[in-house]
């Protein structure tokens, strides 16, 4: 059940993605200095249908992102020659938006990363699951476009912004606050996996992972709530990942 | 090469510098003193001439020969100067050979040069004089030599080579020694530093009577190397203690990848296999993040950061967040926040701290239980409670939290508290608060905020 192999439920959105533009495979940059960790990580893009590209120094990765306009970076921060964060800041000045994914040994959440994290870019501290590493990347390459609608509409299921209600086909969901605050944010991100951590940070603004499988038992709630009886679930659970919202199985 | 060393250390070099200021004020000193001295001489003897001036022009012309020749006889140590002199220049009495040619006739004292005809020879001496034209058209000259001047010098420039020369000596010396003293300090003091660095912790530096600064800073600096003997062997503990606790899991897993490498068949028992080799390998890790979390909120400086955080929003959050999962146990969750209150502090930590108070508390109590989140007031400080109906925490247990507190990892091991516990109590030393633990029966767990 875990994904794997391209074309499984993770690896289609990248694939749905580059499949619009221009038949492309996405490309990412990855700049790592440790030659097994970057191996791995490579392996398991290129499974998922990345076209990665490889640097072991911040000089020879800048000269590259600059040349090669990738459509995502992963940036070790500690590099040989040149800090990531460097890296990253270069590129930013010379206008390049090109959404990164920082890795790094360092646990700490300075200043400097939560800068990163203000301008649409994400941090990942090692050691790291590959899952939770691709299910970032993806979430980067599909950040959710800046959209007036109020509703939001994924298969049958919609949800009113502006009304605060939720409803599947004529069902209406009652769902309390905390509840409404994870399907918006799933919604916005459906066909996605949606890794604990990310959903911990993003929708409960947790900056630690707490003892207990809070994200389970949240998910466990608003599944209940929204694939009632007899209609064909929509939160699935991957298993030693995350959650995905999508129609369909 | 020691001498050269005393010269250019510090203590020395101030001692003459001490010794050089000192003698300026010295000399400065009795020069002022020869100054004051010779001014009241000369005034006085000032007074003195011109009073016999005064008394001789009241005298009758032939009373004053007589007067000249009787004072000028008396005077044995030489030093009185008289002359009468005639209207043409004529000498008419005196010791004076002719009229001082610088001296004007307007009745004040004049330094003048005059000559003396002295058995040996004729004389140019300096002298203070007085001159006035008699009622007869004489010319009369009363002088006086104050010569008590040079002896004052004569005295003071002994008095200055018997007293400012020891003394000087006398700083140069203590200098001297002061300097070498010192050194000699630093040598030791230096000596058993080098040992300290060298690994032998024990070592102390030397003091002798505490009254003394230098041997204060010795005093000082034992009982600092005393809390870091203490704190470098807790460490080496804990080093243990971490050791064993990251070498379960990973024995676990070495194990499983081991035998799934000979025995697994399919696939399936391949991958079940490498599952559990993961989760062991993860909860290793979730332990390394612990620590290295625990290390970073131990270092922190972040009270620099402090802001205001009402409690009683946070609270309501934890609460929020942990009700599903209460009620997934059949655990009655309540907040119970009165007042609004709030303390100086980071509102992230401290949202951790409480959330992993209530995630302990709701962990440890059985199904049916009940487990509350208060917020009051107590003397001069705002209280955090957390009770549950769980078996809480035994008194032997409570010490072994208290006595090793977040240094310790004796916590992990003890059934019922995590790390997280250790975490919490890191984030209330971090503010300055406390951490309550009562004895059971129930739990009950208190985060003290002294009022500042």
């Known amino acids: ?173 009652d769902l309390l606050p905390r509840e ?70 | 090469m020691g001498q050269t060393h005393i010269i ?108 003396r005809t002295l058995p040996a020879g004729r004389e140019t001496h ?55 003293r010192a050194q000699r300090r630093v040598e030791e003091v230096n000596q058993r530093v080098q040992r300290i660095i060298a690994g032998d912790l024990r070592e102390r530096l030397p003091h002798r009577d505490v009254d003394e600064p230098f041997s204060k800073l010795t005093v000082i600096v034992n009982g600092m190397l005393d809390e870091m003997e203490t ?3 807790a460490l080496a503990g804990v080093g243990n203690d971490i050791a064993h606790d990251l070498r379960t899991p990973l024995t676990r897993a070495r194990l499983a990848l081991e035998r799934g490498r000979t025995n697994a068949t399919t696939l399936e028992q391949l991958e079940t296999v490498v599952d559990k080799a993961i989760a062991n390998i993860d909860q290793s890790l979730a332990i390394i993040t612990a620590l290295l979390r625990l290390a970073e909120i131990e270092n922190s400086q972040r009270s620099a950061a402090f802001g205001t955080v009402s409690l009683h929003e946070i609270l309501q959050e934890v609460c929020d967040i942990y009700e599903p999962i209460a009620e997934n146990k059949s655990i009655d969750l309540r907040v119970e926040a009165r007042q609004r209150l709030s303390v100086l502090g980071d509102r992230d930590l401290l949202f951790e701290a409480v959330a992993n108070l209530v995630d302990n508390a709701i962990k440890f109590t059985p199904e049916g239980g009940r487990v509350d989140i208060e917020l009051t007031r107590g003397d001069n400080e705002t209280i955090v409670r957390v009770s549950d109906t769980g078996g809480g925490i035994s008194k032997q247990e409570r010490e072994a939290v208290l006595r090793r507190f977040y240094r310790s990892d004796k916590i992990r091991s003890t059934p019922g508290v995590g790390l997280g516990l250790n975490l919490v109590a890191a984030i209330v030393k971090l503010h300055g608060f406390r951490l309550a633990i009562h004895p059971g029966p129930g739990g009950r767990m208190e985060i003290i905020c002294p009022d500042h």
């Not at chain 1, 049958?156 to 209406?172: M, N, P, Q, V, Y």
């Open chain 1, 1 to 173: 059940m875990i994904p794997r192999n391209p074309g499984s439920s993770t690896g289609r959105g990248a694939n749905a993605l580059t499949a619009g533009e221009n038949e492309l495979m996405t490309r990412v940059l990855l700049i790592e200095d440790d030659s097994e960790t970057a191996e791995e990580i490579t392996a398991e893009l290129a499974d998922r249908g990345f076209e990665v590209e490889w640097s072991a120094s911040g000089i020879e990765g800048l000269d590259k992102a600059r040349s090669s306009r990738p459509d995502a970076m992963i940036v070790d921060r500690l590099l040989p020659g040149m800090d990531g964060l460097t890296v990253i800041e270069a590129l930013r000045k010379d206008q390049v938006r090109t959404p990164v994914l920082v890795l790094s040994a360092l646990g700490a959440v300075d200043d400097r990363v939560r800068g990163l994290r203000m301008g649409g870019d994400d941090y990942l501290t090692k050691p790291f699951a590959l899952v939770e590493l691709v299910a970032r990347i993806e979430a980067l390459l599909r950040r959710p476009v800046e959209s007036r609608e109020t509703t939001l509409r994924v298969g049958s299921l919609e949800l009113d912004l502006i009304e605060r209600t939720a409803k599947r086909g004529e069902r209406a969901i």
């Open chain 1, 180 to 249: 409404f605050r994870l399907l918006e944010y799933m919604m916005q991100r459906s066909d996605q996996l949606l890794t604990r951590a990310m959903l911990l940070e993003e929708v409960w603004n947790y900056k630690f992972v707490p003892a207990t499988n809070l994200v389970d038992v949240h998910m466990g709630r608003l599944r209940h709530k929204v694939d009632g009886p007899g209609e064909s679930p929509m939160i699935h659970n991957v298993r030693g990942a995350g959650f995905i919202l999508r129609t369909g199985p």
């Open chain 2, 8 to 115: 250019r250390s510090n203590t020395f070099r101030w001692a003459l510098a001490v010794a050089g200021v000192f003698a300026v004020f010295v000399i400065v000193l009795f020069g002022f003193i020869y100054w004051q001295a010779d001014q009241y001489l000369i005034a006085r003897s000032d007074k003195m001439i011109a009073s016999q001036l005064n008394a001789i022009a009241g005298l009758p012309n032939e009373r004053r020969l007589e007067w000249i020749n009787e004072h000028l006889e008396q005077d044995s140590r030489g030093v009185q100067y008289a002359g009468l002199f005639g209207a043409d220049g004529r000498k008419i009495a005196g010791n004076l050979e002719r009229f001082p040619p610088e001296l004007t006739m307007n009745d004040s004292v004049q330094s003048v040069s005059v000559e």
């Open chain 2, 126 to 180: 300096v002298i203070r004089a007085i001159a006035r034209h008699m009622p007869n058209g004489d010319a009369l000259v009363i002088g006086r030599e104050v010569d008590e001047t040079r002896e004052i010098s004569h005295v003071v420039a002994q008095a200055l080579a018997l007293g400012l020369l020891p003394a000087l000596c006398l700083c140069l010396l203590a200098g001297a020694w002061l300097s070498m």
């Open chain 2, 231 to 233: 704190m470098i062997h």
